[in-house]
Structures are given as structure tokens and as C-alpha cells.
């Protein structure tokens, strides 16, 4: 069964950084291309980033453009999300998402919760 | 990106059909027959029930089902059930290697 388990999320203040990871196993990680997406509390899904399996590809929604990068490690089975410059609006849990045909969030971890409050 | 629009709730006994509409523009739902549909119960990771408009994921029984015509999108769950009662969330690729999703429909099992 495909697994995903996201980790690094916590409490942040303004302005600041995190590092978010997603330990990807039980399926060929190097194949398929990631989103990260996220949900703020009592609220619906938004789509926060994309990377293609070589990483040749990455696409940011304009919300957070600028201030949060994606990446991945092949040989480590794993994803990332740099975020930095933190506002309250990016409190939310954050999920790491397989993609089936570059398209299509088939399999989801189960997220990680990032607070940002002074 | 503006978001899909969804109802906030729709409600069904068992044994009775509803369906969920997700409108977008002529620039992602009517664009691209890549629209999804996630079912989320409180607390867990949304689940993949339909995906590219109308096809079913193994495992997802087939009372559910999806459709599409001209910028909306529509799941229909055929028969609800008790264990069905979640929030459902569309997804539409929006080009480019971004996706916009809907509000999301609580749907209530009465």
C-alpha cells in the first residue's frame, strides 16, 4: 500500500520558517510527480505546489509564490516545502500528495499541522 | 485561481440519490476533462473517488459516479449511505501544472 507521511509541521511565528518533509514508500517515488496541498482550519482544499518527477518542472500558486519552494530527493524517497516569510493566512494542514498521470491526486499522507501565531 | 464553486451542503436519506455540482470557467472544468473528486471524513486525508470527470479508482464503489457538461462538473452517489456522510471537494486541472479546487459540500445522511 502506497504510503506518505509528512512530518516537520509546528508552531512558527510571523515571519518566520519551516521545512516540511514527506517520506514516500511502497511505490516507485522516482516515477511520479508531487503536489503539496493544504487546508486551513474549518476550511476547504487549496493546491500550494507542484514538482515534476525529475524536478525539471515546479509551479507555485500565486499565494505563495515567492516565498515557499518545493524540492525532492529521488535517492531519499522524499519531498519537501521550504517555507519561509510565514503569515497567519498559512495556517493549515499540509498534505503531500501523489500524482497518477501528472494529474491526478491519487494518494494522500495524512499532514501535518503548521501554525503561525505570535 | 478563483475557486470551483460548490453547494455548502446537500442532504439525503439512505437508499436515496444526490448530487453534488461543481461549476468552474471555460478555463479549467470546461477546459480540461481532468476533474476529480475527493471524499473527506472529519479529521483524515481526503480519498480520491472519481477522477478525468467520471472514472473510479479501485476500490470506490461504483453508486458513485461522475459527469460533466459544458463548465460544470457532477458526482452522484446513487443509493447514500450512512458511511457516506463526509465533506466532497472537486478538483480541476487549471493548465500550466496547477489545479484549482471547490469550497467543498458537507453531505448530510439523514
Known amino acids: 500500500e502506497v504510503q506518505l507521511v509528512e512530518s516537520g509541521g509546528g508552531l512558527v511565528q510571523p515571519g518566520g520558517s519551516l521545512r516540511l518533509s514527506c517520506a514516500a514508500s511502497?511505490?516507485?517515488?522516482?516515477?511520479?510527480?508531487m503536489n503539496w496541498v493544504r487546508q486551513a482550519p474549518g476550511k476547504g482544499l487549496e493546491w500550494v505546489s507542484y514538482?515534476?518527477?525529475?524536478?525539471?518542472?515546479?509551479h507555485y500558486a500565486d499565494s505563495v509564490k515567492g516565498r515557499f519552494t518545493i524540492s525532492r530527493d529521488n535517492a531519499k524517497n522524499s519531498l519537501y516545502l521550504q517555507m519561509n516569510s510565514l503569515r497567519a493566512e498559512d495556517t493549515a494542514v499540509y498534505y503531500c500528495?501523489?500524482?497518477?498521470?501528472?494529474?491526478?491526486?491519487?494518494?494522500w499522507g495524512q499532514g501535518t499541522l503548521v501554525t503561525v501565531s505570535s | 485561481q478563483s475557486a470551483l464553486t460548490q453547494p455548502r451542503s446537500v442532504s439525503g436519506s439512505p437508499g436515496q440519490s444526490v448530487t453534488i455540482s461543481c461549476t468552474g470557467t471555460?478555463?479549467?472544468?470546461?477546459?480540461?476533462?481532468?476533474v476529480s473528486w475527493y471524499q473527506q471524513h472529519p479529521g483524515k486525508a481526503p480519498k480520491l473517488m472519481i477522477y478525468?470527470?467520471?472514472k473510479w479508482p479501485s476500490g470506490v464503489p461504483d453508486r458513485f459516479s461522475g459527469s460533466k457538461s459544458g463548465n460544470t462538473a457532477s458526482l452522484t452517489i446513487s443509493g447514500v449511505q450512512a458511511e457516506d456522510e463526509a465533506d466532497y471537494y472537486c478538483?480541476?486541472?487549471?493548465?500550466?501544472?496547477?489545479?484549482?479546487f471547490g469550497g467543498g459540500t458537507k453531505l448530510t445522511v439523514l
Open positions: 478538483c480541476s486541472y487549471a493548465s500550466r501544472y496547477t489545479w484549482v
Open positions: 514538482i515534476s518527477s525529475s524536478s525539471s518542472t515546479i
Open positions: 478525468d470527470v467520471n
Open positions: 500528495a501523489r500524482l497518477l498521470g501528472d494529474i491526478t491526486a491519487d494518494y
Open positions: 511502497e511505490f516507485a517515488f522516482t516515477y511520479y510527480s
Open positions: 471555460s478555463s479549467d472544468v470546461g477546459l480540461y476533462n481532468y
